[in-house]
């Protein structure tokens, strides 16, 4: 349904721009490109119209989200090409980590992703390199002494969880570190989140893209995709690179790119996909409340929770591209990735990281 609209939409504003002539476009000294551009930005912009009131109908609210915001810093990294995917705050730094991927260089050769620490009060960062690692690093999650990075995976393969300790990051600025293991798990690592209880690693999933598919047994309902907790402390030799099976397994809705946990329990999914859509916010009450089936995961049985429409406290939009999300000391931090170059052409940019009073929105 979503597809025939959006290809409506498009041979209506096809015909628009034909009925504008040739001489007009001259006459106000108008580039092919720019108007074409032009046709494209309205189009986004009737379909992002169209879609929040298909959003409404269906319990979204509007909410003023800038009242409940504030900017403790800028995202470090930007301006050398960085591309940032996940956050966290980092209590015994005092600092948030941010981990992401780089683009090819002038010459198209792979650059190696990085992580990057970030103080809010005096807005000093350090980077440093991952050693031979150019995955997505789509979400980063630490508990104590240790962090991990997720990556990689996808419908016929496991993603994985990589981990790092602390005294890794003792060196200077754009020194090279390398995990000491990591662990596989059953899905896609797009997204990470340590809630002080369980790591989550959560799959993205997009259907409009055959490469963001994910393996269709995570397939419930209208969601597509899973979010997979383990309890902590996790009891793993990295070395080994095993799998492991996860303690609980949520069913969550797809374009997940955020997750996080409030201290009442409500669970909370930054989702977003595209230059010009619109992100949301969406938030579940706890997942102990959601309809419960099992799963085989690993050769083992595992209790699954299914987030529905019912279970849903509030949704709202937010600026595009919105991307990995933390909660800690009551408030829900994010970032966005269009505040990198390479989505420089982004409906909006944020290079922001952002301080939400999300329980004040739930409340």
């Known amino acids: 349904m979503k597809r025939f609209l959006s290809i409506t939409l498009a041979v209506v504003m096809l015909f628009c721009s034909m009925a504008v002539s040739s001489s007009a476009i001259s006459d106000n000294f108008v580039t092919t490109q720019s108007f074409a551009d032009g046709i494209v930005n309205i189009f986004y912009a009737i379909k992002n119209t169209f879609f929040e009131f298909l959003g409404y109908l269906d319990g979204d609210k509007r909410v003023a989200y800038e009242d409940y915001t504030e900017y403790p810093c800028e995202v470090p990294g930007l301006e050398d090409d960085f591309v940032p ?13 941010i981990s992401g991927y780089m683009p090819e260089d002038a010459n198209g050769n792979e650059q190696f992703s990085r992580i990057y620490f970030v103080n809010p009060e005096t807005k000093e960062s350090k980077m440093f390199i991952i050693d031979s690692f150019t995955g997505h690093a789509g979400g980063i999650a630490c508990d104590g002494n240790d962090l991990w990075i997720s990556s990689g995976g996808s419908a016929s393969s496991n993603g994985k969880i990589y981990h790092f300790t602390l005294d890794m990051f003792t060196g200077e600025n754009g020194s090279s570190v390398n995990y000491d293991g990591y662990f596989s798990v059953p899905v ?26 994910v393996n269709e047994e995570h397939h419930y309902g209208s969601n597509h995709a899973w979010s997979c907790g383990y309890d902590l402390p996790i ?23 955020g997750m996080a946990i409030t201290n009442d329990g409500e669970v909370v999914f930054s989702t977003s996909y595209g230059r010009r859509n619109n992100s949301k916010m969406q938030v579940f009450e706890n997942y102990s409340e959601w309809d419960t089936n099992t799963v085989n995961v690993f050769d083992k049985d595992v209790t699954l929770y299914v987030a529905k429409k019912k279970n849903r406290v509030v949704s709202f939009k937010m600026p595009t591209l919105m991307e990995g999300a933390d909660y800690y000391n009551g408030k829900l931090y994010i970032i966005f990735e269009s505040g990198a170059k390479s989505y420089a052409d982004a409906k909006e940019i944020n290079k922001d990281i952002w301080e939400m009073d999300i329980d004040a929105i739930i409340g």
């Open 235 to 257: 009891e793993v030799d990295y070395s080994q690179k095993e799998k492991l099976t996860p303690d609980v397994v949520l069913s969550v809705p797809d374009k997940v790119q």
């Open 85 to 97: 995917q996940g956050i966290c705050f980092v209590e015994n730094m005092g600092m948030f980590a």
């Open 188 to 213: 896609k690592g797009s997204v990470l989140y340590c809630d002080g209880e369980k790591l989550w690693v959560t799959e993205f999933y997009n259907n409009d893209k055959d490469s963001n598919k």
